[in-house]
């Protein structure tokens, strides 16, 4: 009975009304957070206003009483793919991988990206409405290295770039070229696209996240968006392997250490 009289008296409905508006601004904006990354994006706003942080629980309670809970789908159980992909450091490996976008009118969009392994961040991107061929992932790789390390001829270090076996990445004049600038082509296991899993996580990300929100009706649309898009999930979305930081939240606090 103490521990229920106790548990009653950290309850405090008036402040969850205040908070309310708080959450239900975070979740108009962004329908497919859960309630952990909509708590990220509660205490970054209650941080700018010198109030208190709130934790995930209490957040949970509020949305749940309000309906504002995402509803719960079952797991499959998949096997974990991405445990050497991770990377302790920045710019040590870099992933890609490609993917298209059928808009509400039938136009199709073909989109390539490259994402850092340790900072999570999308470091470059290509978008098509004819596909992706080896010269468009050449020009990838070639801004993802002028991105990080600005106009150089050649890379201090040699950075790992993994992809899946797709003949846009396979192409002997791509990986001749990603060579002389000393990225290293690095292609998963045939048959097994999981082994790039940290790429893969991410294109189901983007569609969750801004393609099924925005549901674009026509490439001209979808394409103006994706800078903004891209933009967006490097400075604000709360990434659970970055301890609910940001990508570009992350590099600046590692970068501070």
Not at 76 to 90: A, E, M, Y
Not at 140 to 164: A, M
Request: charged residues 25%; positive net charge.
């Amino acid at each position: 009975m103490e521990k229920n009289c106790s548990r009653a008296s950290r309850v405090h409905p008036e402040e969850d009304e205040l908070l309310l508006p708080y959450i239900k601004k975070i979740v108009d904006k962004r329908a497919s957070y859960g309630y952990r990354r909509v708590t990220t994006l509660l205490n970054r706003q209650l941080k700018q206003e010198n109030k208190n942080k709130v934790n995930h629980k209490r957040v949970y309670r509020i949305m749940k009483k309000n309906g504002l809970l995402l509803p719960a789908y079952g797991k499959k159980p998949t096997r974990l793919h991405d445990g050497k992909i991770i990377t302790l450091h920045s710019n040590t490996r870099w992933c890609s991988d490609s993917f298209s976008v059928q808009c509400a009118n039938g136009d199709r969009v073909f989109i390539a990206f490259s994402m850092d392994t340790c900072d999570r961040e999308i470091l470059s991107y290509i978008a098509s409405t004819v596909g992706i061929d080896g010269a468009a992932i050449r020009d990838l790789i070639l801004e993802s290295v002028e991105y990080r390390f600005g106009k150089i001829n050649q890379l201090p270090k040699t950075i790992q770039w993994l992809s899946d076996n797709g003949p846009c990445y396979v192409a002997r004049e791509t990986v001749s070229f990603a060579r002389e600038l000393g990225v290293d082509v690095c292609t998963t296991p045939a048959y097994s696209p999981e082994s790039n899993g940290m790429a893969e996580a991410f294109v189901k990300t983007f569609k969750r996240d801004y393609i099924a929100f925005y549901d674009p009706m026509n490439a001209e649309s979808l394409m103006k968006n994706l800078p903004i898009w891209f933009e967006d999930y490097n400075n604000f979305a709360p990434h659970k392997g970055l301890n609910r930081m940001a990508p570009r939240e992350f590099r600046l606090a590692i970068s501070a250490n």
